[in-house]
């Protein structure tokens, strides 16, 4: 089979390109071809032209499914009417961020078919707000082969990487942050990283600390920090992380209220923190790999074959 990727690469917003877009390259094991279109794209195989069809585009790669990947209200609004017409086709969204989208009617409008979300509570939601569309599943992933464990020796602090001040999206984390900042001596905020200095750090400390958005889903970073051989404090909510990581986590309630007590408990127990880590490396490789996860996207594409395929 041959997939059309639809994609717009923003340097700003693309940096965690691990998890929300390499993993299509794990097609190719499955014996697929694909190719990716869209603004910024330095790989794709097609010239990108301002308001395409991806009609003409069939004419050049004969295209059996089309799959809009990772988009937000924002991009859809601009991939639509800006960059790429997608005529009466019928497409595939792979959705991370469902919970900041508002006209629903527009999936219709669109000929979406098929919508696959990343996140439990948007997966739950949208199976409500927009019952007209076929809506499925698919949890995060990693690559195995650029987080994995490089340090034996690691410092004893709890680290915090990644975003923190998205308006009032992230007020968990951000108050975890002040918590252990005022009381937790053994705690580092490193800010946002990216790249290969992410990784990195990754692999620096003994525990990295999370917190879910108020949209309770499950943060990519927390499957990074497991295949790297770190230790995630996340905050206990509605999420699934629990049970998709066999309760390879650290919890602390999301009021903040216990996170000092749990982060020095945690910090104490040199063997917990150690079995943690090594068993959740573990359920990362059988459970959470891209290559895994694009073979349950492939059954998901299977089982509403006759709906998408472009015929």
């Known amino acids: 089979m041959k997939f059309l990727i639809l994609y717009t690469y923003r340097k700003k917003k693309s940096y965690n390109h691990w998890g929300s877009f390499d993993y299509f390259h794990e097609l190719k094991k499955y014996g697929h071809d694909l190719m990716f279109y869209g603004p910024g794209m330095v790989k794709s195989s097609i010239p990108y032209i301002p308001k395409s069809s991806i009609i003409k585009l069939k004419n050049k790669f004969n295209y059996d499914f089309v799959i809009i990947n990772c988009v937000n209200r924002a991009y859809l609004r601009k991939m639509k009417n800006e960059w790429v017409i997608t005529d009466s086709i019928p497409t595939i969204l792979i959705e991370p961020d469902f919970h900041n989208l508002r006209d629903y009617s527009f999936f219709e409008r669109h000929n979406v078919k098929l919508i696959i979300h990343r996140h439990r509570s948007n997966y739950n939601r949208a199976i409500k707000v927009s019952p007209k569309i076929n809506h499925e599943l698919l949890y995060s992933s990693v690559d195995e082969k650029i987080f994995y464990p490089r340090n034996n020796v690691r410092i004893d602090k709890v680290c915090?990487?990644?975003t923190s001040s998205t308006?009032?999206?992230?007020?968990?984390?951000?108050?975890a942050i002040r918590e252990l900042r005022k009381g937790c001596k053994k705690f580092i905020n490193c800010g946002q990283v990216k790249g290969a200095g992410y990784v990195d750090l990754l692999n620096k400390y003994k525990i990295y600390l999370n917190g879910s958005s108020v949209y309770?889903?499950?943060?990519?970073?927390?499957?990074?920090?497991?295949s790297c051989g770190g230790v995630p404090l996340t905050n206990r909510c509605s999420c699934a992380l629990n049970e998709l990581l066999d309760g390879n986590i650290i919890e602390y309630s999301s009021d903040?209220?216990?996170i000092l007590d749990v982060a020095r408990d945690a910090l104490s127990d040199t063997n917990r923190l150690n079995n943690?880590?090594?068993?959740?490396?573990?359920v990362i490789l059988k459970r959470h790999t891209h290559f895994i996860r694009v073979g349950e996207l492939l059954a998901i594409i299977k089982k509403y074959e006759d709906l998408v395929i472009i015929k």
Request: net charge neutral; hydrophobic share 35%; glycine share 6%.
């Open 160 to 162: 915090f990487v990644g």
């Open 256 to 258: 903040c209220s216990d």
């Open 216 to 226: 309770d889903i499950e943060n990519t970073k927390v499957f990074e920090i497991l």
């Open 167 to 175: 308006k009032s999206t992230y007020l968990i984390r951000e108050k």
């Open 276 to 282: 943690i880590a090594k068993m959740g490396r573990e």
